[in-house]
């Protein structure tokens, strides 16, 4: 069975930092896979903030270029996801994911982590 297990986040004033952790156990990560970064303010809809493939092609929201970083260990199984000069507009619930591609860009399996809460201050 195919855990995401997120740590880190918590309350932190507008111009701090925080760094948000995600691994993955119970199985192996395939070539083609891609470990991202979602959040979900309230009232609003789930949106990417980054992605990291297996080949390390990085993506992000323009709200957060320039101030989030995301990157992998493989050996780790894991994703991070270092936060800086955070805004109040950051505040969210923050989603690992997980998706793994066939050789046709299909998505043949796809995961969350639990969530966790980051709260950005004025």
């Known amino acids: 069975q195919v855990q995401l297990v997120q740590s880190g986040g918590g309350l932190v004033q507008a111009g701090g930092s925080l760094r948000l952790s995600c691994a993955v156990s119970g199985r192996s990560l395939f070539s083609n896979n891609a470990l991202g970064w979602y959040r979900q303010a309230p009232g609003k809809q789930r949106e990417l903030v980054a992605s990291?493939?297996?080949?390390?092609?990085?993506n992000y929201d323009d709200s957060v270029k320039d101030r989030f970083t995301i990157s992998r260990d493989n050996s780790k199984n894991t994703v991070y996801l270092q936060m800086n000069s955070l805004k109040p507009e950051d505040t969210a619930v923050y989603y690992c994911?997980?998706?793994?591609?066939?050789?046709?860009?299909?998505?043949?399996?796809?995961?969350w982590g639990q969530g966790t809460q980051v709260t950005v201050s004025s």
């Open positions: 990291i493939t297996s080949g390390g092609d990085t």
């Open positions: 994911n997980l998706r793994l591609y066939d050789t046709i860009g299909s998505i043949i399996f796809d995961s």
